[in-house]
């Protein structure tokens, strides 16, 4: 099979990041593409591995030199892939599954039309609500933000090749896996 470009987006909460980790389990053939970012590393996170951990100067001297493939500005950090992870992945004849914000989706879409995005949305907001609380990683004020941004996102599902509602991870995680196995997007 030819490497493709699997992009997984939705808002804050819906389990984007929990349904990659379970698709790169089952598909050795797929490697997760390591975003960079400003914001502050969590006590959970390795630097390489969740992401590129990089100061505003560095990330902005990248923006400089052409270095991202998209990025964007969210909660006051920057969020952003390195063209530098498609490049070693492909060469490495696999697949990249992303786990990226809904904007930087499109902005991956625009340039390689091949890609398949899949957008993941909550059962409800209620439940889009409890998920973030509970993961106890946001401030109120953070919490309210990522709150604002779902109704923007959620109109930027039409972007998207597949949505996939998340109100069983183990449904959703092997929806999304049947979506990869029958795409032939490329």
Not at 26 to 43: L, M
Not at 70 to 79: K, Q, S
Not at 130 to 137: A, E, H, I, M, P
Request: hydrophobic letters at 35%.
């Amino acid at each position: 099979m030819k490497p493709k470009l699997i992009v997984i987006s939705a808002p804050s909460g819906c389990g984007k990041t929990s349904i990659a980790r379970g698709l790169l389990a089952r598909h050795p053939d797929i490697e997760f593409s390591v975003s960079a970012t400003t914001r502050k590393q969590r006590a959970n996170e390795v630097h390489g591995k969740d992401y590129y951990f990089l100061s505003r100067e560095e990330f902005e001297k990248a923006i400089g030199e052409q270095k991202f493939v998209e990025w964007e500005e969210i909660y006051n950090d920057l969020y952003g892939t390195p063209k530098s992870e498609i490049e070693r992945v492909f060469n490495a004849g696999k697949s990249l599954i992303f786990d990226i914000d809904v904007k930087g989706a499109v902005s991956i879409k625009k340039q390689f039309p091949d890609a398949v995005l899949i957008f993941i949305k909550p059962p409800s907001v209620e439940v889009l609500y409890t998920r973030l609380v509970n993961r106890k990683t946001d401030s109120p004020e953070s919490l309210r933000k990522r709150l604002e941004r779902f109704p923007m996102e959620l109109m930027m599902e039409h972007e998207f090749d597949y949505r996939v509602v998340n109100d069983d991870l183990q449904k959703a995680i092997d929806e999304v896996d049947r979506i990869v196995a029958g795409d032939s997007g490329t």
